[in-house]
């Protein structure tokens, strides 16, 4: 799956890894710190996202808006995303231009301003980005899930955080945050591209070895209880169309169960896409959308497993037709998840999984971003051997290992069963 | 000014790596081989589109190439699909205005699968009545949440206002009440006048040899018969609105509003159209998003996202501003939008901005180009558009040779803040008018939402 990667840290704790690809003029670099919404609580959930928000407003030796000019004139593209587990930030340039994405990282691992007027202007922004998700039924949908399905664990909210937080969280609360966080023992940066191994350690070594380490912040961990019987919410809003979800507890991704779980997830809902760029495939002979669509029950069903640090869910969403109730769908999706449960998958359908997988990774190797993004993605809840190793892990899935896994996994006093219902508002006229 | 990026024009896809044939049928065949990749990526199009459409049928087209791979006269859906889901393969097609486009992507030795099916179902597809009244559910149920979704009401809406009486105003995915009535036999007649090889392009790209792709292609498409010409699918140009015209779409229990304003913009075939693709950059797309996104966002913090956006193509495509704002500012963005729409018509840019937006134009096209599909894409626009097979070795040059005041000239010629259409949808305003017509997922959270294209 993949050429030679070097694996080293520097003195400060940061972790290092270059993978040289030579297949076009490209070099993506990334940096991932350990810090998402898992390590909020109540009172500044959301702080995460916005602190990486804030990490675009400037530096002294980059002031706002200079980086966004600069990258683009590069002929460059940046971003940067918060997921519940970690941070990322990425570039990716022309090769000949990637010095100025390690300076840029290297800098504000240390010295963003979080300016206060700056923080005011990204408030309104944030809250906007909130109510724009708020437009959308399944975010409301998913929103209650999540809080039903983690009662104590911090993946209970969404990364964007709560209202209210997001009205009250202050610009010292946010720079207590990033410096908290953003340290070079907290972080990975990955590298990968047209480059000499040597030639780039020794510039990474440059820039980022003399940035101070500090104390790692503690993770306390506050795992989620069994739970002890199926729960349900139910979302009434604007629309006319139904959703219907339910969310089994999914094992972590480092859990023997999750790769099997990827053959279950493959062969009921379809093959998730575990890459972050790229399209993935359609689900048209999957278990569910037989049962659903083609039962004329639903428009539409789609499965995701997630590799995170800590256990986190399987869900499967459901767009019911109108003619149809989430009632209907749930009774059908039960009878099939009971089969599921009553007799293993098929060969045939293992091997589908795999080949499914492997054409999956394939496209994914095809992009010198995405491969950057595996790099350290691997390493915010594993290791990169997790990614190299994948394919091998799933090709050794047995039809029997499956049922074990679903027996485990989806069971109904293990889920949530999440119903948006239309209240029926029509468009004002 | 800096200096322009320097690319090294035997890299970029031009005469020597994209090869071309012609087939007697009027199929045009272009590959570019990559053999760094595993994959292959086959692209292209017919010249049949929802122009085709009568007006109550809006949503025929797109219906038709949806329903493509429902059946065939050798298989039924689910073995279709069982053919290329069980290989981790793709291939969708979808309607336009103008065209029938398909996409496919599969390992490279799979590359024989993808083209008996892609043949199979453009020339066998016998659209069984229940898999089309299926899919018509299940378009309804699509349409339903359309019809709740902001952004797209706005979208609407602009149409309405900038195309009236044109065919760009109908939607091409139609309405709730034009497809309840589609058929299949609607969907079968519609195959069986327009789908023909006159003006099909296909193009394939990835880790297979150029020479035996198009010999693959030829032996599986070249007995296409005739049947004509291509069709002329032109549509008239557009007269700009005159003065501001103004359509709220109240959607209750909705948070945010969606702003879409702008006017037409030129075709993708138009001599002026990479100047104007150059002032969008300006306007709103350079950094993040530009002009626009500095004032609106970066500045006045008033939205999570704020550009815009050219859609060359065809015709008269819509050239946009697009904003997602809370309620309460949305007049404050609209006025914040009009002085940068005033400002790119009253005074050219410096050299500074000029330049950088250049060297954005030319400096990303290895980014562009890095995938097969971006390859694939890129050799079939310019085949569409007829901008020659050279066009990417010459669009350095082409880019680095436009001049401050032709920057001025394309943005007077299209824009004016005074003639605009400007199209909200959003909580209903209290005290407010709402007007409107009545028709029938992402990993965690980031810093720059994603955009609708422009294409350069």
Not at chain 1, 312 to 331: A, C, G, N, Q
Request: hydrophobic share 40%; proline share 6%.
């Amino acid at each position: 799956m993949s050429e030679a990667v070097l694996r080293t840290r520097l003195r400060n704790g940061l972790e290092v890894r270059l993978k040289e690809i030579h297949t076009a003029p490209l070099i993506s670099s990334w940096v991932w710190y350990r810090v998402g919404a898992r390590n909020e609580v109540p009172g500044i959930t959301g702080i995460s996202h916005w602190v990486e928000h804030m990490q675009f407003k400037g530096t002294p030796l980059f002031p706002t808006g200079t980086l966004d000019r600069a990258i683009s004139r590069e002929g460059g593209t940046w971003n940067a995303f918060t997921w519940m587990d970690w941070t990322a930030y990425f570039e990716t340039m022309p090769q000949d231009r990637i010095e100025l994405a390690l300076r840029v990282e290297a800098d504000r691992m240390q010295n963003s301003l979080f300016d206060p007027a700056e923080v005011e202007s990204e408030r309104s922004v944030i809250i906007s980005e909130r109510e724009g998700s708020e437009n959308e039924p399944t975010f409301r949908l998913s929103e209650e899930v999540h809080a039903a399905a983690f009662r104590v664990h911090p993946y209970h909210h969404m990364t964007i955080g709560d209202m209210a937080d997001l009205h009250t969280i202050s610009r010292d609360d946010l720079y207590g945050h990033y410096k908290r966080h953003y340290l070079p023992g907290n972080a990975v940066l990955a590298v990968a591209g047209n480059f000499k191994t040597s030639t780039m350690l020794r510039r990474v070594r440059e820039l980022f070895g003399s940035i101070p380490s500090g104390p790692i912040p503690e993770y306390s961990n506050r795992p989620e209880p069994e739970q002890p019987g199926e729960r349900r919410v139910t979302v009434e809003g604007p629309g006319q169309t139904s959703f219907l979800e339910l969310a089994y507890q999914g094992p972590e991704a480092t859990h023997e169960d999750f790769v099997p779980m990827a053959v279950l997830d493959s062969a009921l809902t379809g093959a998730s896409n575990l890459n972050l760029f790229g399209g993935g495939i359609s689900n048209k002979t999957s278990r569910l959308y037989k049962k659903l669509v083609e039962g004329e029950l639903a428009a539409s069903v789609v499965g995701g497993l997630a590799a995170t640090v800590h256990p986190y869910l399987y869900s499967i969403m459901v767009t019911v037709r109108p003619e149809s109730s989430p009632e209907k769908v749930l009774t059908a999706l039960d009878e099939e998840i009971e089969r599921m449960l009553d007799k293993a998958v098929t060969v045939e359908e293992v091997a589908r999984a795999i080949k499914q997988a492997k054409a999956l990774f394939a496209y994914a190797s095809e992009s010198i971003t995405n491969q950057g993004f595996w790099l350290g993605y691997s390493e915010m809840f594993a290791d990169y051997a997790w990614f190299e190793t994948y394919l091998d892990r799933l090709s050794k899935v047995t039809p029997d290992q499956v049922l074990e896994v679903a027996r485990k996994r989806l069971v109904p006093t293990k889920r949530v069963v999440g119903v948006y219902r239309p209240n029926g508002t029509a468009a004002a006229a | 000014m800096g200096q322009l990026p320097r690319l090294d024009i035997k890299t970029l896809p031009g005469p020597e790596t994209i090869l071309r044939r012609e087939l007697g049928n009027g199929i045009t065949f272009l590959a570019r081989e990559n053999f760094s990749s595993p994959s292959v990526v086959v692209s292209g199009y017919l010249r049949a589109g929802s122009l085709q459409e009568e007006p109550d049928m809006a949503g025929l087209a797109s219906m038709t190439a949806a329903s493509l791979m429902r059946g065939t006269q050798k298989r039924k859906f689910g073995q279709i699909y069982e053919s290329i889901e069980s290989i981790g393969a793709r291939l969708n097609f979808s309607a336009s205005k103008h065209s029938i486009s398909f996409s496919a992507k599969a390992l490279a030795e799979d590359l024989g699968v993808l083209l008996d099916l892609l043949h199979e179902v453009l020339l066998t597809p016998t659209f069984p009545k229940a898999q089309v009244d299926r899919l018509r559910a299940e378009m309804l149920t699509g349409l339903g949440i359309r019809d709740q979704e902001t952004s797209a009401r706005a979208d609407l809406a602009f149409n309405e206002l900038i195309y009236k009486g044109h065919p760009y105003a109908i939607p091409t995915e139609g309405t709730k009440g034009t497809v309840a009535q589609l058929t299949a036999t609607n969907v079968r007649s519609f195959h069986r006048k327009y789908f023909r090889p006159a003006g099909m392009v296909i193009c394939i790209v990835g880790g297979v040899k150029a020479r035996k792709a198009a010999n693959a292609v030829s032996t599986r498409f070249s007995s296409w018969k005739a049947n004509g010409k291509a069709p002329d699918l032109s549509v008239p140009s557009v007269k700009p609105p005159r003065g501001l015209k103004r359509v709220r779409v109240g959607l209750e229990g909705k948070s945010q509003a969606d702003l879409v304003m702008g006017t037409a913009g030129p075709s993708r075939s138009d001599p002026d159209f990479l100047l104007a693709a150059l002032a969008n950059n300006i306007l709103g797309r350079f950094g993040m998003f530009g002009r626009i996104g500095d004032v609106v966002r970066e500045q006045a913090g008033l939205a999570y996202y704020a550009y815009s956006t050219l859609a060359g193509g065809d015709g008269p495509g819509p050239w946009q501003v697009v904003a997602g704002v809370n309620p309460s500012n949305l007049e404050q963005a609209i006025e914040l939008i009009r002085g940068e729409l005033t400002k790119i018509i009253k005074e050219p840019p410096d050299e500074d901005e000029l330049g950088d937006n250049k060297a954005n134009f030319i400096g990303r096209l290895p980014l562009q180009l890095e995938s097969n599909e971006g390859v694939a894409g890129a050799i079939v626009n310019a085949e569409r558009h007829s901008l020659g097979i050279d066009y990417f070795q010459k669009y350095p040059d082409l880019v680095a040779r436009v001049t401050r005041d032709e920057i001025l000239r394309v943005a007077q010629r299209f824009i004016d803040p005074d003639n605009l259409a400007i199209a909200s949808a959003g909580p209903p305003v209290a005290g407010g008018k709402p007007a409107g017509r009545k028709p029938g997922k992402k990993k965690g959270a980031g810093r720059r939402p994603k955009a609708r294209g422009s294409k350069t």
